[in-house]
Nanobody, 123 residues
Framework: QLQLVESGGGLVQPGGSLRLSCDAS????????IGWFRQAPGKEREGLLC??????SGYHAHSVQDRFFISREKNTVSLQMNSLKPEDTAVYYC??????????????????WGQGTQVTVSS
């Protein structure tokens, strides 16, 4: 069974950058899509990006399109976050699904989740 562990969260000043990692074990990511979600206090979980292991295609939310980027290296999927804003403060999760489309991602499509990593953007 696929297991996911996020890392790389922390406190960063507005305008700064962070790189989150999602390390997978138990199977190869060639057969999975990995999505990144975030949940801010009092808000619903939001799908941000997804990458299909088979071909690198996936989804990129318009809200973060020019600032957040997803990449995969073997069994690690990274989320590069640039020009961070206070409203990016949230717990960030990675999750696995058989495949993700290009139009949207929702949490009910994903059945394996990491524990989350806190990102706080504040001066």
């Amino acid at each position: 069974q696929l297991q996911l562990v996020e890392s790389g969260g922390g406190l960063v000043q507005p305008g700064g950058s962070l790189r989150l990692s999602c390390d997978a074990s138990g199977d190869t990511l060639d057969y999975y899509a990995i999505g990144w979600f975030r949940q801010a206090p009092g808000k619903e979980r939001e799908g941000l990006l997804c990458i299909n292991g088979a071909d690198g295609s996936g989804y990129h939310a318009h809200s973060v399109q020019d600032r957040f980027f997803i990449s995969r290296e073997k069994n690690t999927v990274s989320l590069q976050m640039n020009s961070l804003k206070p409203e990016d403060t949230a717990v960030y999760y990675c999750a696995a699904s058989p495949v993700c489309g290009s139009e949207s991602i929702t949490e009910d499509e994903f059945d394996s989740w990491g524990q989350g990593t806190q990102v706080t953007v504040s001066s």
